[in-house]
């Protein structure tokens, strides 16, 4: 059986995947608002990953005997300036993500959980991803700069095409 200590931990961090997801499907609703489709459509996905990381956690501290404990799910926000704006704060979001992660792996360790340790290796190597890729879109629309609207559209074209595929598919 899990310890408390790592149990309360483990349920912080399902509220934080939680809020992830919520924060990315505000960020959604933000693009259908202005009509950049494709981009919506890309923060829709990135919702639905983040409610898997939750889920794989939920999963595993159940299995672990561990008590889930669903707490409130703080409200996103729900404006950006542009799009810049809303991408740099998912690298922003994503950066603080990962120091979640890393104090919880820290957790683990200190508590000698082996298998805790094991279980958020996915988590650390998942948050290099999710980094590079906000990053990425970043800096295209920094590259990209202000009004320049054939530019976006390919971009928002381009995000469109995002494919959601569980990362956990493959486990029972
Ligand atoms: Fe769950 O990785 Fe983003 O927040």
């Known amino acids: 059986m899990i310890k408390q200590n790592l149990a309360d931990a483990l349920n912080k961090q ?13 960020m959604a609703a933000y693009c259908e608002n202005i009509s950049l489709k494709g981009f919506a ?15 794989h956690m939920y ?3 159940a299995e672990r005997g561990g008590r889930i404990m669903l707490e409130t799910i703080a409200a996103p926000p729900t404006e950006w300036e542009s799009p810049l704006d ?3 704060e998912v690298y922003a979001h994503e950066q603080k993500v990962t ?5 919880l792996v820290n957790l683990a360790q200190d508590e000698r959980d082996h298998a805790l340790y094991t279980f958020l290796q996915w988590y650390v190597s998942e948050q290099v ?3 590079a890729s906000a990053d990425e879109i970043v800096q295209q629309l920094k590259l990209m700069g202000q009004d ?25």
């Open 59 to 61: 999963e595993y501290l």
């Open 99 to 103: 120091g979640l992660i890393n104090d």
């Open 86 to 88: 809303m991408f740099t």
């Open 129 to 131: 991803e999710e980094e």
């Open 41 to 55: 459509h890309w923060m829709r996905m990135q919702t639905k990953e983040e409610v898997a990381h939750a889920m």
């Open 14 to 26: 399902i509220n934080a995947e939680l809020y992830s997801a919520y924060l990315y499907l505000s």
């Open 148 to 172: 320049n609207p054939s530019l976006l559209f390919m971009l928002d074209r381009e995000l469109g095409q995002r494919v959601f595929v569980d990362p956990f598919a493959n486990q029972a």
